[in-house]
């Protein structure tokens, strides 16, 4: 099972990105999908999350009312569109998913590679 993130780039202040996650492998099933960023020389900080059934979305304070977060289940893909970006968005983003492996009934954790970010003023 593996969550191939996509989408980063260099843009300008205002500009928008859509970051992509796409999950392949033998799975059976999903449970949380997030968003997760690293700026340079900090943690990882939580972005956004939604449920697998679609129903919740979660967001960090600093990104509500710019990021969206929304998921395709057929596609078992995940996306963050992220508008009116800010300099202090700059960071490598990671995807996040609880993904059931097919044949197992446990859900294990799995991150992205990350996909640069970068927003200048």
């Known amino acids: 099972v593996q969550l191939q993130a996509s989408g980063g780039g260099s843009v300008q202040t205002g500009d928008s990105l859509k970051l992509s996650c796409a999950a392949s492998?033998?799975?059976?099933?999903?449970?949380?999908l997030a968003w997760f960023r690293q700026a340079p020389g900090k943690d990882r900080k939580f972005v956004a999350a939604?449920?697998?059934?679609?129903?919740?979305?979660y967001y960090e304070d600093s990104v509500k009312s710019r990021f969206t977060i929304s998921k395709d289940t057929d596609k078992n893909m995940i996306w963050l569109q992220m508008d009116s970006l800010k300099p202090e968005d700059t960071a490598v983003y990671y995807c996040?998913?609880?993904?059931?492996?097919?044949?197992?009934?446990?859900?294990?954790?799995?991150w992205g590679q990350g996909t640069q970010v970068t927003v200048s003023s």
């Open positions: 996040y998913a609880q993904i059931q492996r097919r044949g197992t009934p446990i859900f294990g954790n799995y």
């Open positions: 492998g033998r799975t059976a099933g999903f449970a949380g």
């Open positions: 939604i449920a697998w059934s679609g129903r919740s979305t």
